[in-house]
């Protein structure tokens, strides 16, 4: 029996397709990350484009309001960027910092997750005080110190044009002792068993026994706590950029059209936050609907009668 008829035959995929929640999520992450990449494409307009944007179409209300124009179907914002264009390059560029931010952290929490459980003795507790201390932290406090180092030693400019990497890193550094704890409490159950044994007994070094056999076994919890990271970044994007410690305002992303329209929301130009918020509502709630539903499925202690 091959992989994918293993796949098909699996209590994974029967549950996947009995489950609304699961499929509708799903689809719609594939949706949103689809017309993320693809805003190029998409978009009416470039709001990268200078020659595109005029400052006397700012805060124009959308198309179906009085003094709304036809051109702009969800209004533009203080800018004068078509804002339908400005959201959908914000998308993308919230979900490359996400996915990105996800990757930095898995890669290094599940090193150092591995070293220190298969390793054990004074440098997992070492390396494990280093996660608890960070642990103790808020990581968006943690995040928000990284970002004002961050700013204070590249200067605020510099810092703006490298936003997108170092938010990734700086997200990414919050957010690694998760992955460092649950790879560690993985791999104390699997080097114990007989497979770990056999293959030091036939004399495999240790790097290919951690990432070559144990590392496979730890991977289903690591899937489950990447589905809702994924969304956790994608907040923290939206939060620093909301305290001025993110994308700056020229470039769009979900957490910096938001605060750009913060102040003006009480002056009557409520859709430049009002549409980015919900946006970034519904995709955070997505990935965190679909990541619930895995998490349950892939739990092997819950009752799968």
Avoid: C
């Avoid at 494990?128 to 180092?149: C, G």
């Avoid at 957010?175 to 409490?185: H, I, S």
């Amino acid at each position: 029996m091959n992989n994918w008829t293993r796949f098909k035959n699996s209590y994974f995929l029967y549950s996947f397709k009995r489950e609304p929640v699961a499929y509708i999520s799903f689809a719609l992450f594939i949706i949103f990350v689809l017309v993320a990449l693809l805003a190029p494409v998409l978009s009416p307009y470039d709001p990268y484009d200078a020659m595109m944007i005029d400052i006397m179409d700012s805060e124009i209300p959308p198309s179906w309001m009085d003094e709304g124009e036809e051109r702009f179907f969800m209004g533009t914002d203080v800018q004068g960027r078509d804002l339908v264009s400005a959201m959908l390059y914000g998308l993308r560029t919230s979900v490359i910092i996400g996915l990105g931010a996800v990757i930095f952290q898995a890669v290094l929490g599940i090193t150092v997750g591995l070293i220190s459980g298969y390793l054990g003795g004074k440098l997992d507790s070492f390396l494990m005080r280093v996660a608890d201390i960070q642990f103790a932290i808020p990581y968006l406090i943690v995040a928000i110190i990284a970002s004002a180092i961050f700013q204070l030693a590249f200067g605020v400019d510099r810092f703006q044009q490298l936003a997108v990497p170092l938010l990734i890193f700086i997200i990414g550094i919050s957010n690694w002792p998760m992955y460092a704890r649950t790879v560690r409490a993985s791999v104390l159950g699997e080097k114990s068993k007989e497979y770990v044994e056999a293959a030091r007994v036939i004399g495999l070094n240790r790097r290919i026994i951690m990432f070559r056999h144990i590392l496979p076994n730890t991977l289903t919890p690591v899937l489950v706590l990447s589905t809702i990271q994924v969304a956790q970044a994608i907040m923290s994007e939206a939060a620093l950029s909301f305290l001025g410690l993110g994308m700056p305002i020229s470039q769009p992303s979900l957490g910096s059209l938001i605060k750009a329209g913060f102040e003006y929301v009480f002056s009557g130009s409520w859709w430049i936050t009002l549409f980015p918020s919900i946006l970034l509502i519904v995709f955070t709630l997505v990935i965190i609907l679909f990541g619930d539903w895995l998490r349950d499925t892939l739990n092997p202690k819950l009752y799968k009668g």
